[in-house]
């Protein structure tokens, strides 16, 4: 059977997004700080609330089960529940994530900061990847 390179490539950058995001966890409020989470997360992290943990966890989660839906659409999973509806979803989830820079250039150049432009850009290049791999398995899902 041939995978579908791109979707795995999507699969490895959500895996290695979700794996980041348990790093920041363990990282702590100066991880928090770096990473562009805000100064809220970080100060709750630093007061040791378990709402910015939770929160990041949940993001892993997320960025982790996409990963797997990448990988379902692959090939190298078997197929996933609502795959042909998912993948797709997700892939215009980080497109739109990454367009958001364009959008605040256009609309609110105050907040663009350097977190907004690299991870609009991180997306953008997720959401392009995971595209490409989608159109190349679209008839068959």
Avoid: K
Avoid at 22 to 42: D, L, N, T
Avoid at 69 to 96: D, K, N, Q
Avoid at 117 to 139: A, E, K, M, N
């Amino acid at each position: 059977m041939d995978y579908n390179i791109p979707l795995i490539a999507g699969a490895a950058l959500s895996a290695i997004a979700a794996l980041l995001h348990i790093c920041v966890i363990f990282g702590g409020p100066a991880w928090y700080r770096f990473f562009g989470a805000g100064e809220r997360m970080a100060a709750g992290a630093a007061a040791g609330h378990l709402y910015p943990a939770l929160v990041t966890l949940l993001i892993a989660c997320v960025l982790g089960t996409w990963a797997a839906y990448a990988l379902s659409g692959a090939g190298v999973l078997r197929p996933l529940p609502l795959l042909v509806f998912v993948l797709p979803a997700i892939t215009a989830v980080y497109l739109l994530r990454g367009l958001v820079v364009v959008a605040m250039f256009v609309f609110d150049r105050r907040r663009l900061t350097a977190f907004w432009v690299w991870s609009s850009v991180i997306c953008l290049v997720y959401g392009i990847v995971h595209l490409v791999g989608l159109l190349q398995v679209w008839d068959r899902l």
